[in-house]
């Protein structure tokens, strides 16, 4: 093993341009620790927000960017069990944009075997915030109608997914025809372009899963049922939604923030049942496996990056060392 490895380094914040190549020396592990080698690591709106500053986790300059990440354990701390070298497994985690990283051992999901490496890594981060979101936070329940916004990204297509398995019927809001046919073969029953005039009319969803925010709202907002419930995932279209009480008063409705990684660890309970929704999940249906819109080399992270900032990805983009 050598003692270097290399990673991408946020020195000063800014524009994914900000990112630098960097040679990090590797650290001792705690106890409970495990070392694994990237093969893949996951690319997430959150990334952008934090290499410009803007995300609500700011860790101290310099850092290592990336919430997720698949790849092989190559050393583990004395003390843990379950896991051995060469298990192929999946995570959330901080630094993933790395050739290597530390992580707990309790962090880690197997890897399931016939998904790729960059599936595996596209996985976790998305999927657990449509769990939290659908099913803890939103008490999605079969039968009933999901509309998700943005339901080409990673979130929405994820939540596309989680929705139909759930026994919902969902339906997706996609700016193009390219997302719409990933939503569709996710499980959506009916895409709408949101550019059709009118399109909310045709629309009464019991739940919306929204990661967009900005000027969609008020429109979208019509298509939610009188006692339903609205999921505050995220901002990607950029302006923060400012909806007025008596909206909620006269349809009775609910507007229910989203933490994913927060509610994991603040609730032990949602963690529990997080962790094994996602086994299911990950067990379950090969038709869970994320969408990936494209794969780039550990380096050209920060062309990732603006594939994502500039709304170009269906599905997921992963980065790949080496
Ligand atoms: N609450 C949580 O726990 C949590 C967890 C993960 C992510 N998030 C947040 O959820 C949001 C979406 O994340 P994601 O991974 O799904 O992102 P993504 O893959 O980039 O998808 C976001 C979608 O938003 C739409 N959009 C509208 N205006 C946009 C704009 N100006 N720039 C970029 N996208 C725009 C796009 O769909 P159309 O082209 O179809 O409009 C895009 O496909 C982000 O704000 C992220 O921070 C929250």
Known sequence: MTELYRAMLVRRLGSPEV??????PRQPLRPGEVRIAVRAAGVNFP???QVAGDYQHKPPLPFVPGFEAAGEIIETAADVTGWRTGDAVLLRTAASYAEELVAPAAALLPKPAGWSWAEAAGFPVCASTAWIALLWRGRLARGETLLVLGAGGGTGLAAVTLGAQTGAQVIAVASSAEKR???QQAGATLCIDP????????????VVFDPV???????????????GRWLVVG????????PQANRLLLKEAELIGVRA?????RVPAAAKAMDQ????????????RPLIAGIYRLEEAAAGLRQLADRKATGKLVLQPG
């Open 19 to 24: 990112l630098e190549l960097a040679e990090l």
């Open 181 to 183: 046919a990933a939503a």
């Open 235 to 242: 901002f990607a279209g950029g302006g923060i939604p400012r």
């Open 195 to 206: 550019a059709s005039k009118g399109w909310e009319k045709s629309v009464q969803a019991d």
């Open 213 to 227: 925010g900005g000027e969609i709202f008020p429109t979208a907002w019509r298509a939610l049922k009188p006692g």
């Open 47 to 49: 990334d952008i927000l």
């Open 261 to 265: 990684g927060e509610q994991a660890r």
């Open 277 to 288: 929704g996602l086994r299911d999940w990950l067990v379950g249906s090969q038709g869970g």
